[in-house]
């Protein structure tokens, strides 16, 4: 699978540093959010996992099926990685079992947060009757949006698998 970033078409947002109480523009990180849908065929679902190449740091979300008001969160954080203190800037590797997250909803979003200089994900779900299903970082799969500093990215809407997104930017691929 390629590596891919955003293409922002020369349109990046931006915005101010955020504020907390009395913390004024202290928090300048305005964090970036890859999206993809992933559709399941209505069959026994037996294995399901991703693994995710990026630098510095990934935080993987997924759609969350067990909602039980209004106010609880559209998704949850299932996984993260993140470089050493030391080696900030150092590649990291996340693999993850999505088995456990995924109920008979379908389709789910999956949806991870990395840095701009974008990621290499490879995913596989095995059904009960042997049949595989791949999917990854290919860039007409994802969708990326920068959000405003101090966003709680669990409560953004983008987290339900039937938000529009076409109003995100693309991917690219940046590496083979």
């Given at each position: 699978m390629p590596w891919v970033a955003p293409d922002w078409q020369g349109r990046e947002p931006t915005f101010e540093p955020g504020s907390l109480f009395w913390q004024t523009r202290e928090f300048?990180?305005?964090p970036l959010l890859y999206r993809t849908v992933v559709s399941l065929p209505a069959k026994p679902l037996?294995?399901?996992?991703v693994r995710i190449q990026t630098l510095r740091y990934v935080y993987l979300f997924i759609t969350r099926s067990e909602r039980f008001s209004e106010l609880d969160p559209f998704g949850k954080l299932i996984a993260k990685a993140e470089a050493p203190k030391e080696r900030s800037d150092a590649e990291v590797d996340l693999f993850v079992d999505l088995t456990p997250h995924l109920t008979a909803q379908s389709p789910f979003a999956l949806l991870l947060s990395a840095p701009a200089d974008g990621f290499?994900?490879?995913g596989v779900?095995?059904?009960r009757d042997n049949s595989v299903q791949t999917f990854g970082s290919e860039p007409n799969r994802?969708?990326?949006q920068k959000f405003p500093p101090l966003t709680i990215l669990e409560f953004e809407p983008c987290m339900n698998p039937n938000f529009d997104d076409r109003h995100w930017f693309p991917t690219q691929v940046v590496k083979g």
């Open positions: 300048p990180t305005a037996n294995f399901a996992a290499r994900m490879e779900l095995v059904f994802w969708r990326v």
